[in-house]
């Protein structure tokens, strides 16, 4: 057995400096909502990685379905092939998410991760529509290559990029003001006005619930006025469900309480279901003009991936017993942060389903409480432009008590940070 140097391996995830989370643990090995470190300790995980695991560590049903499929020599990688695993990842698809939600989608796997999708959806719009600007909104976050960096609403990310990129204008998300902008006036007078640059743009890009951007969540009522605004002028929407799709709200597409249909949506993360690297990008049909070849690459359409997205997909999406605990679970969570905020004056919470943010005055606060939870054994992260939030996305299937287990770490280590 190859001996890890613990001292050495442990201290960074990587060998560059870009990461920027430090949990020192050697991690080993992960069930369910827990994880080993290389000394027997376990963790409890309220990170799951950023929304990748929705369904837990090696879920079992799924794990079955992969070993199966890795037992008969099932293909992993079949660039520009027709497989088994596709075609029943697709009609599974069709059949439980989108005929059930009346929705038309066609489906396209435009790479292996989030940003494959967003560069995917950006590209698209500029080619429908022949037009080049794209709105996206303050604090958005949709990835970390070129055209989706430039449309996140984060300078200190932006700034990776090393120059300015030509990025698209941010427009205020919902509540940018606390609420005293309630309509789109503003934004209709951008449009309107000749000298803006902003009066074609090709598409608008949002999120439901900026994750990365601080759990800042958009009313049905905004999400609803942007999509009529979009459809008026002829603008396309493109929701990216990347983070708050595939359940995390407690609907399958994090749009649906609003009612509302994008033109484009992507989704990665939690689609794979197992943590394997996956993306799609949904398409009215109507918008699918690429020529053969003008959006390919190596590793999309990973085929390991699609069998356990279809496990996953007849487990838990076959009826709404997902929904239900995702609602139960969500409110233990707004619960205990309204005891914590009710405790500590100045912090507040917010939140959708099992998304929810701890949001704190003093943005150093934040780290402080996940360095003390973490030596409680529980993994959780900021966000937010200070990264003054602390975020929780456990999995959906967490246990209940091991949930009021992880609330109880935090509430401590809160009290003990703020007294
Ligand atoms: N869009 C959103 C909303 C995201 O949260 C993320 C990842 N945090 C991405 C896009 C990028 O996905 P990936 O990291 O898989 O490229």
Request: charged share 20%.
């Amino acid at each position: 057995e190859t001996h890890v140097d613990e001292t050495t391996f442990s201290k960074h995830e990587s060998e560059v400096r870009t990461y920027c989370r430090n949990w020192p643990a050697l991690f080993d090995t992960a069930q369910g909502s827990w994880l080993t470190d290389v000394n027997g300790k376990q963790y409890l995980d309220f990170f799951a990685g950023a929304g990748a695991l929705n369904y837990g560590h090696n879920e079992p049903t799924l794990k079955d379905a992969l070993i199966d499929y890795l037992v008969r020599d099932g293909i992993t990688h079949g660039l520009d092939m027709s497989t088994r695993a596709k075609g029943e990842f697709l009609q599974t698809f069709h059949d439980l998410i989108l005929a059930p939600r009346n929705l038309d989608y066609k489906v396209q796997f435009p790479g292996p991760t989030g940003t494959n999708a967003v560069e995917s959806a950006l590209k698209l719009a500029r080619k429908v529509t022949g037009r080049e600007s794209i709105i996206s909104f303050t604090n958005a976050f949709h990835g970390m290559t070129l055209g989706s960096l430039s449309v996140t609403g984060n300078a200190s990310k932006r700034a990776g990029a090393g120059v300015p990129l030509v990025h698209s204008t941010p427009m205020p998300f919902d509540n940018y003001f606390d609420g005293t902008v309630e309509d789109f006036g503003w934004f209709e007078r951008v449009l309107d006005d000749q000298g803006s640059g902003l009066n074609r743009p090709a598409a608008v890009i949002v999120e439901t619930v900026q994750g990365e951007g601080g759990v800042n969540v958009a009313r049905a009522e905004w999400l609803r006025a942007l999509a009529e605004l979009c459809f008026d002028r002829e603008i396309l929407l493109i929701v990216d469900d990347v983070q708050m799709g595939c359940g995390r709200t407690g609907e399958f597409f994090s749009f649906e309480f609003a009612g509302i249909t994008p033109d484009i949506v992507t989704l990665s993360k939690s689609i794979g279901g197992y943590g394997l690297p996956m993306a799609l990008t949904l398409l009215k049909p109507e918008l699918d003009v690429w020529a053969p070849g003008e959006h390919n690459g190596t590793f999309r359409g990973n085929n390991p991936a699609f069998v356990t997205a279809t496990a996953a997909l007849n487990k838990f999406w076959a009826d709404d017993l997902l929904t239900r605990d995702v609602a139960r679970k969500g409110a233990i969570i707004s619960e205990a942060f309204a005891d914590i905020c009710a405790r500590h004056p100045g912090m507040s919470h917010r939140g959708r389903g099992m998304v929810a943010g701890l949001v704190f005055e003093e943005a150093s606060l934040a780290a402080e409480v996940c360095a003390i939870a973490y030596e409680s054994g529980l993994l959780a992260e900021t966000s937010g432009p200070s990264d003054e939030v602390i975020k929780l996305l456990p999995p959906l299937t967490i246990d209940e008590d091991d949930l009021l287990h992880g609330l109880a770490i935090l509430r401590d280590a809160v009290a003990l940070v703020n007294p």
